[in-house]
């Protein structure tokens, strides 16, 4: 895991949500209920034509649906992998102190100044604590 991975955490989160926003609306459009227009006359003499509109249920998306819900799944897959993986890491790491300075920074997207406040310690030296591992360990 590098800074810059962990860096990633809030635009990994909101990407993850982005993909299931946007296959919910996919679900919400092109699932359910559809509905068409045709053309269709009297039964009787004049047999004048007028619009009909039919309702049906859709059993099964086209092709293209499919194929955006696929890479819609994928890329949410994906995403919530790097999420995981984050996170693993944080819970593995073995120095308390640290692994709170990194949840309240990067995962809580906390301020420095914040993150100091709530580990008892000085900005600077909290920002120390994070380059140095990183610097040791990767």
């Not at 990067?106 to 140095?132: C, D, F, H, P, Q």
Request: charged share 35%; net charge positive.
């Amino acid at each position: 895991m590098t800074l810059e991975q962990l860096e990633q955490y809030p635009d990994i989160c909101r990407e993850v949500r982005t993909w299931q926003n946007e296959l919910d609306a996919l679900y919400k459009k092109y699932g359910g209920v559809v509905k068409d227009t045709v053309r269709g006359s009297s039964e009787e003499y004049p047999y004048t034509s007028h619009p009909v509109t039919i309702t049906g249920v859709q059993t099964q998306p086209n092709k293209r649906i499919k194929i955006r819900e696929e890479r819609l799944k994928r890329r949410r897959a994906e995403a919530q992998a790097q999420k995981e993986e984050i996170e693993k890491f944080i819970d593995e790491l073995q120095d308390s102190q640290l692994r709170q300075i990194i949840h309240y920074h990067y995962i809580k997207g906390y301020s420095w100044v914040k993150t100091a406040g709530l580990v008892n310690n000085k900005e600077s030296a909290v920002k120390m604590r994070v380059k140095r591992y990183f610097d040791k360990n990767m």
